[in-house]
Every structure is written in structure tokens, then in C-alpha cells.
């Protein structure tokens, strides 16, 4: 249903993506890993057209997204930016009603529709206890709910989230990653994340997405992406790839950075 | 919402206001024959006060108030600091310049032009920050840095002109150190058509606002396009702080005070924070004018002076008070 075509992404002239064909099916929850600087973020932008292509298209259902108007796009697809900032003292309520955005018109008149998508996302990231409580004072995990939930408003068909995991706790990283296989699941939300975690790209998505200085390196089911030799090449670690009993998920144990490689000086041949 | 009463309580504080900024001076009324003046006679000498002098600059310091809080809410918003100002963006800078220079340079120019002078410099300004902040966007902490570097520039530019200026730098200062002395119907005519197109194109815009200060991937993610809405703020916040200054002169710290309370008060959404900074600032502004012309009778203090002396200390007492 997302398709990019030889995407080739860049800011101010330099290039962070180069060339990418990354094709999403329906009902995927793909991850995109990779070690800082190779493109991740970029590329979740440029898919979401946050940043526009130097070169290729990205098509979502067939249909180029420039031909898209700015809502009509937001009403398709969602794109949560790694650590976003809410404004002092915004309500839980407040947050998640903004994600209605796409579908108000010029006055911003909320009708039925409006309020029963907002009660879905409250209801789906169990925010209803916490409505009128400002969102800075909220955990780490319960905000990043509520960015989801706003997302979750814009009901769009793909959700796109840069690293939703990063500067939380090893708990509340679960419990959004949890929540994300569940939206996946149970509502087939199409979800595309990046993630610094490589045993969690393991054990929730369906496919993993490794990038290696804006190219795709490999792509497939985490079992066959996530070996050792894939770790050494790209992420420069010696690592252990476990199978645990009764476990689908590969166990991926680091254990020492890649000696840096040695140079050839002149000897025999 | 629970915030829709503080809209009610803030229309009414800003009508009580007025009514008794109109009875106050020289000359005390009752509301009594404040509403006879108003709306019964039409001679007489309470008419004569109130409908020539007294109302006229209440309605100015009204709209000038308005105009400049709300400015300083979408102003805000644009910029994402809770500093910003029309000071700030050179638009006020930008405005007294021209005015002083009017009358510094061209002293036999019809001191009628000076409103539009004031004015065509205010919005000058303000575009001149904007487009030294452009590059493939303008991103606000450089549209920040932009502005406090143009009002240096313009405030230095100000201030030559008054030292090597010798006739009428008196007339010049009180552009510096704003006020409604002498001001009347004329002033208003030429005020009103702005202040209500950029009030209610605020109005409008308020909704855009909370989408923008999501940041800009948020906002464009929502659908948002970021840029012409950065735009459409900034023409409008320099057409209300604008067409203030043109009339009033520098009446600073207000745009910068009024959203900080109604945002206290009302909380973050703007769809409240900009008409509700928008009758408080009317209710400040002219609370703040009738003092200075009554406190010092018959000699005036400068408003700006006074609203500050007021304003800032209830400003710290709500934020200390919040945390």
C-alpha cells in the first residue's frame, strides 16, 4: 500500500537516502534499524512527506503522494517525530482532540464522527484516566501514549513513529511497543518504526528494514535479517544470535565492538 | 469547556472598565449620568466630556490594547518562545522609527500623515525580519534572532535621530514613551478598520496556532501546510502591533504581559488564549490610561510607565503562585 520508488532523500544539498525501494503491505509492522546517521529518520520523513524527495516518488495506494492535498494526506497517513515537545500545561484531552486536525473544516466544528474517533484513541491507549491531567505531568510511557492517541485521531491508515521507544524505561518501552502490536493486530493498523533496540525489532515486527548509509542493506522476517553477520557488517558488533526455547523471537547478544579494520600497508603480496 | 467563563468575566471586567474610564477625570459622573451623556442627551456638559474627550480615548486605549495582546499571543505561537513580542520582531521598532523620523526630518509635514508613516514602518519591519529568517523556511529561532537583531539596529538608527535632531525632539519622545494624550475620533477613524480585520482574522487563525507550536513535523504531519501559516501569523500580528503603534507610540511590555495571564488563566489552547488576551489587554490598556491622566492631575504619566509598574508584578505573581 506504501510504496517508495528510488527515494532519494537530503537536506540542504547533502544526501542522507540514497536510491531506496521500500514497498509496505497492508497490515505490516515493519522496523527500520540501523546505526546513527544511516538514514532512518530521513527516511520516515520522506515516506511521510514531511521532507520532500530530491529524486523518486513514494506512492500510497498507487497514487503519487505530491498529487495529495496536505489533509487529505494526514487523513491517510500519520507520522509521530522522535521526542516531539507538547506546550506547557496542554491537557491530555486537548492533545489528542488536535489530532482531529485533518478532518475539521474551516471553523473547526467538532461533530459525531470527530468525537467517537477520539474516543477510540483514548479508549485503545487507555488514556481515560488521565484526560484533564496536563501531559507534562505525565511518565515518559504515558506521553508517548498520548502522542499515539493523537496520531490514532487522525485515523490514518498507516502510522509512521521515529524511535517511540527512545528515552524510556525498559518498562514503558514495552508497554508502547505493546500497544503498537496490539493497533497492528487487532485494528490492522499498517505501522512502519524506527528502533534502536534490536532484540525488540525481533521479538514485534514483522519484517526488519536494515539500513546502512541510505541504502537498505537486507530486509526480511527478523530471523533471517537479524544475524551475526549482518550485526558485523552493518552495526560493527561481534554478537550471539540465541533461539530460546518455545521463543519465535531471536535473542540478539552483543558482546565486543568489531576490531577497527586493519590497514594493509605495503608487503608481499 | 470550564474556560468560557473567564471569556464572559473578562467581557464584563472590560465593560465595567469602560464605564467607569469615562465617568474618571477632572469631572466625576455616576454610571448613571455616564449611560444619560451616552446614549439620552446630546448636549450638555457631561456630553460634551465624554462623547469629545473621554470616550474616544477609551475606545483607542481599548483597541491599542487588544491589538498589542493579541499580536504578542500569535507572535508567540509563530516563534514557539514565550518571550516574543512585537518589540521583539522589530515591528514596533520599525514603527517608532518612522515616526521619529517623520518628524525629525521632514518637520513641516501634516502631523495628520503620521499614523500611516508609523505604520507603513511597523510592516516594513516586520517583513524585513521575516525574509532575513527566510531560508527554504523560516525556522523560528532564527526568525527570533532576526528581529533582536533589527531592532538593535532600528532602535540605534531611532536614537541618532533624537540626539542630532533640535527642534522637535519632544514631540519625538513621545513616540518613544507611548500615550493617548490628545488623541480623539480622527485617531480612531484611522485605527478601527485594522484592529477588526486583524482581530478577527486572529480569531480565525487561532486554531492554526495550536497546530503550529506542535512544532513543524507534528504540524505538517497533521496536515498542516507550516510556512504560509507562519506567514499569515506574522502579516497579522504586524497589522494589529502595527497600526497600534502608529497611534499610540511605544507602549511596550504589553504584548509581551497580556498572553502570559490570559494563558495562566485559560490554559494553552488559543482558541480561548487570543480573545481572552484580547479584552484583557482592552481592559489593562484602558484601566492602566485612565490612571495615568488622573493620577498626576493635571500632568500625565506615560501610560507604558504604568502598565508596567502594574503589570509586571502580577505577571511574577502568577508565575510564582503556579509552581
Known amino acids: 500500500m506504501l510504496d517508495a520508488r528510488d527515494l532519494r532523500l537530503g537536506y540542504h544539498g547533502r544526501v542522507a537516502v540514497h536510491g531506496v525501494e521500500l514497498h509496505v503491505e497492508r497490515g505490516?509492522?515493519?522496523a527500520l534499524v540501523g546505526p546513527n546517521g544511516s538514514g532512518k529518520s530521513t527516511l520516515l520523513k520522506g515516506v511521510a512527506r514531511v521532507l520532500r524527495p530530491q529524486a523518486g516518488t513514494v506512492y500510497l495506494d498507487g497514487k503519487a503522494l505530491a498529487r495529495f492535498g496536505s489533509r487529505e494526506l494526514?487523513?491517510?497517513l500519520a507520522l509521530l517525530p522522535q521526542s516531539p515537545v507538547a506546550p506547557d500545561d496542554v491537557t491530555v484531552a486537548d492533545l489528542v482532540w488536535r489530532g482531529r486536525y485533518p478532518h475539521l473544516g474551516f471553523l473547526g466544528l467538532a461533530r459525531r464522527p470527530d468525537r467517537e474517533a477520539v474516543g477510540w484513541a483514548v479508549r485503545a491507549t487507555g488514556l481515560a484516566p488521565f484526560l484533564d491531567r496536563p501531559v507534562s505531568s505525565l511518565?515518559?510511557?504515558?506521553?508517548?501514549?498520548?502522542w499515539i492517541a493523537m496520531a490514532l485521531a487522525q485515523q490514518p491508515d498507516v502510522l509512521l513513529l521515529d524511535e517511540p521507544t527512545t528515552f524510556l524505561d525498559i518498562g514503558h518501552q514495552l508497554e508502547v511497543l505493546h500497544l503498537l502490536r496490539r493497533l497492528n493486530r487487532e485494528q490492522g493498523l499498517t505501522t512502519v518504526l524506527s528502533l534502536q533496540d534490536l532484540n525488540h525489532a525481533a521479538r514485534f515486527a514483522t519484517r526488519v528494514v536494515v539500513l546502512q548509509d541510505g541504502r537498505i542493506h537486507c530486509q526480511g522476517?527478523?530471523?533471517?535479517?537479524?544475524r551475526p553477520d549482518v550485526l558485523r557488517t552493518v552495526f560493527k558488533v561481534e554478537a550471539a544470535v540465541v533461539n530460546l526455547p518455545g521463543d519465535p523471537a531471536p535473542l540478539i547478544v552483543p558482546r565486543r565492538p568489531c576490531p577497527p579494520e586493519v590497514e594493509r600497508s605495503g608487503g608481499p603480496p | 469547556m470550564a474556560r468560557l467563563p473567564w471569556l464572559a468575566a473578562a467581557a464584563v471586567?472590560?465593560?465595567?472598565?469602560g464605564i467607569a474610564a469615562v465617568a474618571t477625570g477632572p469631572l466625576l459622573f455616576t454610571p448613571r449620568e455616564v449611560l444619560r451623556a451616552l446614549f439620552v442627551e446630546d448636549q450638555g456638559l457631561a456630553h460634551q466630556v465624554i462623547w469629545n474627550l473621554r470616550l474616544p480615548r477609551v475606545l483607542l486605549a481599548a483597541l491599542v490594547g487588544a491589538n498589542l495582546a493579541v499580536a504578542g499571543c500569535l507572535l508567540q505561537a509563530v516563534s514557539r518562545n514565550p518571550l516574543a513580542d512585537p518589540y521583539l520582531f522589530g515591528i514596533s521598532g520599525?514603527?517608532?522609527l518612522a515616526a521619529v523620523a517623520s518628524i525629525t526630518l521632514v518637520p513641516a509635514l501634516d502631523p495628520g500623515y503620521r499614523p500611516a508613516i508609523a505604520f507603513g514602518g511597523a510592516l516594513a519591519a516586520g517583513a524585513v525580519t521575516y525574509v532575513l529568517a527566510w531560508r527554504g523556511g523560516v525556522a523560528p529561532v532564527r526568525l527570533v534572532l532576526a528581529g533582536v537583531a533589527l531592532t538593535s539596529l532600528l532602535t540605534a538608527f531611532t536614537s541618532a535621530l533624537l540626539v542630532t535632531s533640535t527642534a522637535s525632539a519632544q514631540v519625538a519622545v513621545s513616540w518613544l514613551i507611548g500615550g493617548f494624550l490628545g488623541r480623539g475620533w480622527n485617531d480612531l477613524q484611522w485605527?478601527?478598520?485594522?484592529a477588526a480585520a486583524g482581530l478577527l482574522a486572529a480569531l480565525l487563525l487561532a486554531r492554526e496556532a495550536n497546530i503550529l507550536v506542535l512544532g513543524d513535523d507534528v504540524a505538517t504531519s497533521l496536515g498542516q501546510r507550516v510556512e504560509p501559516v507562519r506567514a499569515a501569523?506574522?502579516?497579522v500580528a504586524a497589522l494589529l502591533a502595527g497600526s497600534a503603534v502608529s497611534v499610540s507610540g511605544l507602549i511596550g511590555f504589553f504584548g509581551l504581559v497580556v498572553p502570559h495571564i490570559a494563558r495562566l488563566l485559560a490554559g494553552p489552547d488559543y482558541r480561548v488564549q487570543v480573545p481572552l488576551a484580547g479584552l484583557l489587554g482592552a481592559s489593562l490598556l484602558v484601566a492602566g490610561d485612565t490612571a495615568a491622566r488622573t493620577v498626576l492631575d493635571p500632568r500625565e504619566l506615560p501610560v507604558g510607565v504604568l502598565t508596567a509598574a502594574l503589570g509586571v508584578p502580577f505577571l511574577l505573581y502568577l508565575v510564582r503562585r503556579r509552581t
Not at chain 1, 139 to 146: A, D, H, I, T, Y
Request: proline share 9%; no cysteine.
Open chain 1, 28 to 30: 505490516e509492522l515493519v
Open chain 1, 74 to 76: 494526514a487523513r491517510r
Open chain 1, 139 to 146: 511518565s515518559g510511557g504515558e506521553r508517548q501514549r498520548v
Open chain 1, 221 to 226: 522476517p527478523p530471523a533471517e535479517v537479524l
Open chain 2, 13 to 17: 471586567l472590560l465593560v465595567g472598565v
Open chain 2, 94 to 96: 520599525g514603527g517608532v
Open chain 2, 191 to 194: 485605527l478601527w478598520p485594522y
Open chain 2, 233 to 235: 501569523l506574522i502579516a
